[in-house]
């Protein structure tokens, strides 16, 4: 069976869900304080046990999925923005033009070489091909994402004429943990390796009119070929780049402030459910037509330039 999730960090999440629970897991701790001194080692210090404490526990809790690295797939093309009418081919197409404007943008100053970008739409193709040569069955782990909802009306498209059996679990809203915490997941890519196990429940297959309704869906959305497409009441629909924009502007405070600061707040507190990237890109919109102006150039690229309200 090939697990299918939608963008290569649920990808690497997913892979480590196969084998998870042993002593080795690739992983990397940050500490964010303010403290300075001894109060900044002894923060960091508790936060570590904490983290190790933490990794204990899931490590007990861990429900290994099994299988092979080679079965995990990512549908990382990016559907819910950009030209989906013409189609996927392996030399240039709209599609990877559009995921090389989107690793080229610079959020920190950094640089990207075209053959970082073969790279990555090489490994995009690669997954596609596993995915067209009509395995007996996919796995799709889902979540309420606009991409990931794309990617599965765009699998739909695939086996519409059947002889493959999707199954989808679908990441629910909130997740109660053993401790009793309330978390909510934006994706599966936040999704602690171990827990995927205990989501095998929700494992449910569609049967052969859900997917072909979908794949209905999906050529209507090809026809339109929005900018945009984002999900209404569980429901992808097509829609205009400045969509967001009333979510991103509640973000932006009356003070100067930089960019970054408004990406997040937007993310997390408006729950723009798009990626950083797109938010950025609106915000360089705003400032094109008035509504921001620049403060102070960011030294350090996009994501440290200050902005004021106009």
Not at 239 to 255: H, N
Not at 256 to 273: D, M, N, R, S, Y
């Amino acid at each position: 069976m090939l697990e299918v999730c939608f963008g290569d960090s649920a990808k690497g999440t997913l892979m480590l869900a196969q084998h998870c629970g042993g002593d080795v897991i690739a992983e990397s701790v940050g500490v964010v304080t303010n403290a300075r001194g001894l109060r900044a080692v002894w923060e960091k210090r508790k936060a570590l046990r904490e983290y190790k404490k933490r990794r204990a526990e899931m490590k007990k809790l861990a429900v290994p999925l099994g299988g092979r690295r080679e079965d995990v797939v990512s549908v990382s093309f990016g559907l819910s923005e950009g030209d989906i009418y013409s189609p996927i081919t392996p030399g240039e197409c709209p599609r990877k033009a559009c995921i090389r404007d989107w690793l080229a943008f610079s959020r920190y100053g950094e640089k990207i070489l075209e053959t970082e970008v073969d790279a990555f739409w090489d490994g995009c193709l690669a997954d596609l091909r596993k995915l067209q040569a009509a395995p007996a069955n996919v796995r799709v782990w889902l979540d309420a994402t606009p991409d990931a909802r794309c990617g599965l009306l765009f699998l739909a498209g695939l086996y519409r004429e059947g002889g493959t059996e999707l199954h989808v679990i679908e990441l629910p809203r909130q997740v109660r943990r053993p401790d009793g915490c309330l978390v909510e997941y934006r994706g599966w890519a936040e999704v602690e390796p171990e827990r995927f196990g205990a989501f095998l429940s929700r494992e449910r297959v569609l049967p052969p009119t859900e997917v072909r309704a979908m794949a209905g869906q999906w050529q209507t959305l090809r026809a339109e070929n929005a900018p945009l497409r984002v999900v209404e009441q569980g429901r992808v629909v097509s829609a205009g780049l400045d969509y967001y924009d009333g979510l991103i502007r509640q973000a932006i405070p009356d003070a100067p402030c930089q960019t970054a600061q408004i990406i997040g707040t937007a993310l997390g507190k408006q729950k723009v459910p798009t990626g950083d990237q797109f938010i950025a890109k609106r915000l360089l919109h705003f400032i094109d037509a008035g509504e921001l102006a620049v403060v102070q150039p960011g030294a350090e690229g996009f994501y440290s330039t200050v902005v004021q309200r106009q």
